[in-house]
């Protein structure tokens, strides 16, 4: 004889199954994150040569008069090749283009990395008009 006033049995099948689509979200959302942040650290620490090399172009009288302010690199090149850099020391060799208002500008040579700090170490600008000018000057 069975009793019909005994309470079914409820299913754990749903709260297994909320455990671990819990489990893989948090997965997804730490490791996602530390891969998010870690690959902008890495593009931050790859950037800086270019980004230091502009920096120095912008501050040049006849680069900014050429080229007018602010000058910016083309962001749809890598811009840099051979990048060293042991414990704050080293260098990259840098190829891009950049462009201000008034033009445009291709950007070649070498940066060196010194206690953490960029600066050109022997850089070519070449203008469209047949110009060019290296760095340091």
């Known amino acids: 004889m069975s009793n019909f006033n005994s309470p079914a049995k409820k299913s754990k099948a749903p709260l297994i199954i909320g455990v671990i689509l819990g489990g893989v979200l948090l997965s997804l959302v730490c490791c996602g994150g ?3 942040f870690g690959w902008d650290f890495i593009i931050g620490m790859a950037k800086a040569p270019i980004d ?4 120095a172009l912008s501050a040049d009288t006849e680069v900014a008069n050429k080229l007018g302010t602010p000058i910016t690199a083309d962001q749809n090149q890598l811009g840099f090749t051979n990048y060293e ?8 060799s840098i190829d891009l283009n950049v462009s201000g208002p008034n033009g445009k500008a291709h950007v070649f040579g070498r940066m060196k990395l010194t206690a953490g700090i ?7 600008v070449e203008f469209p008009d047949g110009t060019s000018t290296k760095f340091p000057k």
């Open 52 to 55: 230091n090399a502009v920096t």
């Open 34 to 36: 530390i891969a998010y």
């Open 118 to 124: 960029w600066s050109p170490e022997d850089i070519t």
């Open 85 to 92: 850099n042991n414990n704050g020391n080293g260098g990259a």
